[in-house]
């Protein structure tokens, strides 16, 4: 049996299986980046798939803090629709 890689969400502090939650990636070029495939280089955060928890990372500026650097809107808005479509 595999072992399945665990990660915690920055906003709520649970851990979850990798595949569960999204990375949000601050690249060497100080640009903020959802990496869907988990392999971009840079700095990593995850944030779990729930419109809740994205409010919550909004509100509280947790993504800010994880990351290091300030979060455009359009990252907020390209994770809502992700969220959604799932």
């Keep these: 049996m595999r072992k399945i890689p665990m990660r915690k969400c920055v906003v709520t502090q649970e851990r979850f299986p990798k595949k569960d939650l999204i ?14 495939t988990g392999k971009k280089n840079g ?16 509100k509280n500026k947790a993504l800010q803090r994880a990351l290091e650097i300030e979060i455009p809107e359009e990252v907020y808005q390209e994770l809502e629709s992700i969220i959604t479509n799932e």
């Excluded at 990375?23 to 869907?36: A, C, Q, Y």
């Excluded at 700095?43 to 909004?58: E, V």
């Design 23 to 36: 990375r949000v990636v601050r690249t060497p070029e100080k640009t903020v980046e959802i990496d869907l």
């Design 43 to 58: 700095h990593g955060a995850y944030i779990s798939k729930s419109l809740d928890t994205l409010a919550l990372a909004k």
